[in-house]
């Protein structure tokens, strides 16, 4: 039960990040984006960045709301279900944000 509740906790704080980066602010926050020179900084469209990373966000709180879910249930396969997106989200966002120049200018 304290599992579920920790999950709970986290999907919310991940729920509040992804919607403040949806409101295109909070790109400090971003690590990367963050430990830029001002130079790299200017040529990243800051809001397409804020947008796709709150997309990224929501998918990983989902995931993490299907652990509580899956504790609270006693239903394993939820947990694997959630913790197979959970890893194929961060894999997509890592490939896409880091291909073909899409956040700049």
Do not use: H, W
């Not at 919607?19 to 790299?40: C, D, I, P, R």
């Not at 709301?65 to 504790?71: Q, R």
């Not at 394993?76 to 961060?90: A, D, H, N, Q, W």
């Amino acid at each position: 039960m304290t599992g579920a509740i920790v999950n709970i906790f986290v999907a919310i704080i991940f729920l509040i990040f992804a919607y403040v980066l949806s409101q295109g602010k909070g790109a400090f926050l971003l690590s990367g984006y963050n430990t830029m020179s001002n130079e790299k900084k200017a040529k990243i469209d800051e809001m397409a960045l804020c947008k796709f990373m709150s997309k990224i966000m929501y998918g990983l709180s989902f995931c993490i709301v299907l652990f509580a879910v899956s504790e609270l249930l006693e239903q394993p396969i939820l947990f694997i279900v959630g913790l197979v997106l959970f890893i194929l989200i961060v894999l997509f966002a890592v490939i896409y944000s880091n291909t073909g120049n899409r956040f700049t200018n």
